[in-house]
Every structure is written in C-alpha cells, then in structure tokens.
C-alpha cells in the first residue's frame, strides 16, 4: 500500500517536472526563438552600417540647389595607436577648432580608450583642410573614410526653400524643413550593412566570415525653380526691404496654369550649411508656416464669388457707399476717409473701397461667403510639398456675425498664409480653376526617371467671372492708387493690399502688412506673383512699398520671358 503511493508519487511528480520542462523548452524554442537568435547573432556578429550618398535638389535647368561636397569621418584604430592618448586627444581637438574644445578633448579621450573595439569613430564632416591639417600630425592609428556632407551653392536665397540636413535623436541624418524635411525618404536612400564575426571581447576578427549589403543612394529630385527668377527676387527682395525700412519680407512666383512655383524668398533667413548658428525660429518657411490678415488683396475674391453668384455686376452701383458703414457697434470707413457715392462695383475694386466691399458682402451672406472661401482653398493646406506648411481652421458658421462678414469683405478678421493667397487668386488667372501648388517635378532613380502625378484642377467660378475679375484688376492696376510704379504698355492685373497686425486683441495702428499680387500679361499671365512686406517703416501703404517692388521684379521678368509692351 505504502510502496503504490510511493510510486504513484514519484510518477506524478516525473510527469509535472516533464512537463515544465517541455514548456519551458517551447518557450525556449518556439516563442523566444527570434529573441535568443538576436542575442546570439549579437553576440557573434559585430555590424558597421555604410552611410548612403543623400539625392541632389536640382533646379529647373539641372543646376545643383543642393549637392553634396567631399567630407571625411576621421576614425582611430585602437590597436595601433602608439602615442599618448591625452596628448592624441588634445592636438586633434585644437586642429578640429571645435567650439567646445574641452568637450571634444574628454570624447576623444573616452573613445581611444575604449579596451572592447578595434575601429572607433572620432568625428564626422572634417573638410578637406582640416584633413590635411590632420594627416601633418603624423599620429599613427589615425585613418579617413569618405562621406558626404551637404553643399548648399544658392546659400541664404533658398534656406526656407531647401531646408537643411540634420541629426536625429539617434544621430542619424535627417532632413527638416522645405524640401529636405518634405522629400527626407527618397533623398536619403538606404544605408547599407557590413556584418562581420568578432570573438568573446567583442573585437572583430580579421580573417572570420563577412557580409556586406550594399548601399542605396538617395533619389536626385529635379524642381519647377528658375535660378534666374530666383537669384531675381532674392536680389530685389533684400534691397527692398532695406529701402522701405521692413522687418521682414516674402515674394512667390509661380506659373498660372499648373501651379508650378518657380521662385520663392523669405527674409530674413538663415544659412542652411551653418543652421546650427541661427535661431531656429528663423527655419520655417513664412510662405507656408506664417498666417496674416491679407488686407484689401482679398477684395478680389469676394468680388469674384458675388459676381459668379449674379448678386452683383461690374456696373452695379453701391448705394450705400456716401459714407462710413455702421455694423453693430461698430463703424466702418475708407482707407483715405474719402467717399464715392453710387460708386461702380469696379470703381469699388479700384478705389479699393471697405463700404463698398460691405455693401458686396451684404449680397453674398455668410453662408455663401464661406461655401467660397472653401471653394479658393482657405481653412485647408494648399498641400504645396514643403515640410512646413500649416493652415488655420475657418470659424463655424454659428460663429460668424454681421461684423465678421462685414470685415472679411475686405481681408480683416480672417487669417491666411501667403501660399494659400497665391493659389486663391491664382484661379482669376487661370479660367476659374484652383490647382495645387507644387515644386517637384521629378525623380531620377536608378531605373529612370519618375514624373510626380499633376493634381486635378477644380472649378470655382466660371471663365466668364475669372475674366469680369481680370478686367477690374487691370483697371485697379492702371487708375489706382499705384498706377505711377506700373511699366508702361502692359496689361497687368493686380491688387494692393494694407492690413494692420491684430497684436492683443486690437490692431496695432503703426504697424502693417502691405502686399501686392498680380499677373501679367493679364490676357495669357506667364507668372503671379505675391509680394508681403512686414511692418515698412518708410510708409504702411502697399501702393507705396510692396506694389512698386512687384513691379520692379515683373520688369525684369518681362525681359527675362521676352515679352513686348503691346
């Protein structure tokens, strides 16, 4: 009795351990299979990854926009080097001219004295001069590897356009901002990967098994940018905002019918190939990043939508235009304080009249103000392809009041970025239709050439209204407030535009945004064009600062394009 339990025991108690050890063993050999291989594969094998060469940014007629230059990565074979580690690292930090030479001496001395490596790397980006300068040290154990490093021929002028290369919180390359940040994927290409085995120290062996996987270069990416039209307005943009006394400025050329952006300026700006030594508010790009009031510049486009709803006509005369509007609590008057009683719709746009504008506002009503502001693309990303574009959300419907339909009218109470601006009156100038703005025409693999998909362009009024709109901005352009700065014998339609900064609730009433945007030739546009000038301290009027620098570029591109006054 007492030798049947013994034994059932014992029976048992083999089964159970059976079985733990079977599940342990399971999970061993089939859960953690993948676990322990990596760990055994880390431990076997020791892996180098090979930086692959980053994509060019080319401009429209293959020039470089951005290239690469030859760099070295200064590495230090431990088992060679011979002479004192403190007095190694010491000379190397005072010929790399560090800006932190202490910290650099203490990281080189920490890798050289690295006991579980063989190869280890010291700094990455020495130029030619500074290798050079490095080799007539004579320290043995020193050795280079060629690697790429980010050249940017166009400088400043193009900073908010390119964007620059990085690191990442890895301290891999990363492309951030402007085409860098948007196109960092296909730019970078894919590294690749030396594996070779190492022994129990974890130093590699010489004569073991290796494997390599080859390196991918990143994509050549060909842009719509003219370098003409672009050294043009980086040239006109900087004198002018010296001339006028402006903190800052944007100019965006593109071509009307597909979208296609073919210059684009910021200042100030920032040197992509030294960003480090800027402030980082300086990198986005204020042409897509930045919101502003646009002022009477947005006169055009309510005139456009209340035109296309047959509300108003060009001969329609405003009868409550004999003076300042009152709307709610609040008055509404002229920019000059200078009236123009039963006063066309065209001389509305011309003498760029606010009571004139309520009056229009008034026909369209909230509802179908905001239906067109929808339609011209305002409250959504124009979807440009540069990293940094952003886009304010329009206020629900229930949250508009007469006040705001009166001030919207003529671009106050309603923010926008200068892209969204372009690509919205872009529709006058391109039969009615909104196409989405673009910088990347192509792609050079290794396989050929890939051309990026168009977008489909949408229909927001019709060619009739797109050209009653054409017409009254040549009028605004030939008898308004700006006509002295105009080259004689071209048709151009245009709009200025004065907003004042809303700064804590008010509007500040020194300082403003003066803009103009236009195209020319008004009949068949070859360009729009949109020019911001922030804060002028030589006068706050658009007509007096941001149309006469417009017109100044659009000269030069009248030659440039080989068009004659007609």
Known sequence: MVSNWRLNFLLIFFILVGFAIGTRLFYWQVLSSQGLSAIAASQHWVSFEIPAKRGQILASDGYPLVSNQEAYLLFASIPQIKDDIDSIADRLALTLKDDDPATMTALIKERLSRSDLVWVPLQHKVSRQQKSQLQALEIEGLGFETEPQRSYPEGSASAHLLGFVGSDINGSEKGYFGLEGYYDLELKGRAGLLKREKDASGKPILVGDASKEDEKDGRTIITTIDRTIQYTIADKLQSAIKRYGAVAGSVIIARPQDGAILGMVSYPNYDPASFADFDKNLFPNPVVASSYEPGSTFKVLVMAAAINEGLVKPETHCDKCSGPRKIAEYTISTWNDQYH?????????????????????????????????????????????????????????????????????????????????????????????????????????????????????????????????????????????????KPEGYRIAGKTGTAQIPVAGHYDEEKTIASFVGFAPADDPAFIMLVTLREPSSSPWGSETAAPLWFEIADELFTYYGIQPG
């Open 341 to 485: 009683p039963n006063a066309t719709m065209s001389e509305v746009i011309q003498y760029s009249d606010n009571v004139g504008m309520v009056f229009v506002s008034e026909k369209l009503g909230i509802s179908k103000m905001i239906e067109y502001l929808e339609k011209f693309g305002f409250g959504q990303k124009t979807g440009i392809d540069l990293e940094d574009e952003t886009a304010l959300s329009l206020r629900e419907e229930k949250k508009w009041s007469s006040v705001d339909l009166a001030t919207a009218s003529f671009g106050q109470g309603i923010a926008v970025t200068p892209i969204q601006m372009l690509r919205a009156v872009n529709v006058l100038a391109n039969q009615g239709k909104l196409v989405r703005p673009y910088i990347v025409e192509k792609m050079e693999t290794d396989q050929g050439e890939i051309v990026l998909p168009e977008s489909l362009p949408q229909q927001v009024i019709n060619p009739t209204t797109a050209s009653i709109l054409t017409e009254m901005m040549v009028n605004a352009v030939d008898n308004g407030e700006a006509k002295w700065a």
